[in-house]
Nanobody, 130 residues
Framework: QEQLVESGGGLVQAGGSLRLSCAAS????????LGWFRQAPGKEREFVAA????????????YYQDSMKGRFTISRDNAKNTVYLQMNSLKPEDTAVYYC???????????????????WGQGTQVTVSS
């Protein structure tokens, strides 16, 4: 049974950093797009970032919501079946539950909507104090 488990959330002051991890199990997710979404209280779940599967390319393509570009970095380690989200210069408006997700295999986009993702983690809370 496939499972995604996030970790690394917590309370941080504005301007601080956190690194989220999402460990996948049940199958190898090497050929899956992996993404991060977040949901703040009273708001819809929104796209944060995604990272492609590599295929024949020598590098992974990454995609970000515009407001996260330059502050957040998504990466993956297929050997560990894990995706990461490095979050820097955090702001109070980044407070949300962060979810990792995986698409079907060999998915080619678009990456920024929830219905593209088949597997979801349970979420990890990130709270940024002002």
């Amino acid at each position: 049974q496939e499972q995604l488990v996030e970790s690394g959330g917590g309370l941080v002051q504005a301007g601080g950093s956190l690194r989220l991890s999402c460990a996948a199990s049940g199958r190898s997710f090497g050929s899956y797009v992996l993404g991060w979404f977040r949901q703040a209280p009273g708001k819809e779940r929104e796209f944060v970032a995604a990272i492609s599967w590599r295929g024949s390319s020598t590098y992974y393509q990454t995609y970000y919501q515009d407001s996260m570009k330059g502050r957040f970095t998504i990466s993956r380690d297929n050997a560990k079946n894990t995706v990461y989200l490095q979050m820097n210069s955090l702001k109070p408006e980044d407070t949300a539950v962060y979810y990792c997700a995986a698409t079907a295999p060999f998915y080619s986009g678009p990456y920024d909507y929830t219905d593209a993702y088949r597997y979801w983690g349970q979420g990890t809370q990130v709270t940024v104090s002002s």
